[in-house]
């Protein structure tokens, strides 16, 4: 089932990239597969389960950053086992990459380590897909020279909002059109493009509101894939609990995705 999933996203066909920001805890994580993966099913989208071991890109030291390393990557591993889903998650440093591929099938630059060259092209090395996500601070166009880094194939762009001034993001839908002209897939990060970064003081808040919306738009412009942050309780949860969709939302947001991708075949 797990390589299906990556054959269906080499091949073109729509997916869905979702779970908590950070593994909090592993019912969490096996909550949000378990749920998440029967909508995809229903759907017919192909899922890959997303969540982070660890979060170096914090605001302040206070932060939580995750369950460490060890621990997080058995919380991947066993949502793999026990649902047979592909896994996302994030690797900020050269050094992790080996084991993290042990266990990831696709390996996520952070956005604001996308121009770290060696992170790129290590990952790349794994002959895993590399999902690099496109910095706050760069223009689409960009993309084009960061992903050639990997010199490989498989490599998906994502989208996640640009800086305008303080505390807040923009999403320009003509960065998706530019990034697709890499020929790369191109995501659509719905819960991220809506972050107020710092927006809490010690802690980015978010406009989660919106996120259906600005998903619908991305379907619309055109996208290969969506990106979401999804929670039971976002309001408990110990990282964007100010961005995350809640997961009882999941279906609403896939239903109105769906639509937005049927009419546009038509």
């Known amino acids: 089932m797990t390589g299906k999933t ?13 779970g908590p920001c950070v593994i909090e805890n592993e019912d969490i994580c096996l909550r949000v597969a378990e749920t998440v993966s029967n909508l995809a099913s229903r759907y017919g989208i192909p899922y890959v389960f997303k969540s982070s071991y660890r979060k170096a890109n914090r605001l302040s030291a206070k932060s939580y950053t995750g369950p460490g390393f060890d621990n997080g990557l058995a919380v991947l591993q066993k949502v793999k086992d026990q649902f047979k889903l592909p896994i996302l998650t994030d ?7 080996e084991s993290v591929a042990q266990v990831a099938d696709i390996l996520q630059i952070p956005a604001f380590l996308c ?17 690099i996500k496109k910095g706050q601070f760069l223009a689409p166009e960009d993309m084009a020279k960061i992903a050639a880094k990997a010199n490989s194939k498989k490599v998906m762009l994502t989208e996640r909002g640009t800086t305008f001034g303080y505390r807040n993001l923009i999403v320009d839908f003509r960065s ?8 790369f897939p191109v995501v659509f990060d ?12 010690a802690v980015s808040t978010g406009q989660p509101q919106y996120i259906i919306p600005f998903a619908r738009a991305a379907m619309a412009v055109g996208i290969d894939g969506l990106f979401v942050e999804t ?8 990282s964007d ?17 769906m639509r937005v991708k049927e009419t546009a075949s038509e």
């Open 115 to 131: 121009r770290q060259t060696d992170l790129v092209v290590t990952a790349a090395e794994t002959g895993k897909w590399v999902n």
């Open 241 to 257: 609990a100010g961005a995350m969709l809640p997961l009882e939302k999941m279906d609403e947001l896939l239903q109105a995705i």
């Open 190 to 201: 719905a819960t991220h493009s809506l972050q107020l970064p710092g927006g809490g003081g």
């Open 6 to 18: 990556i054959d269906k996203i080499a091949q073109g066909e729509f997916f869905l990239i979702a």
């Open 231 to 238: 929670h039971p309780k976002p309001d408990e949860a110990r």
């Open 91 to 97: 690797v900020h440093e050269t050094i992790e990459i």
């Open 176 to 183: 998706l059109l530019i990034m697709k002209e890499t020929g």
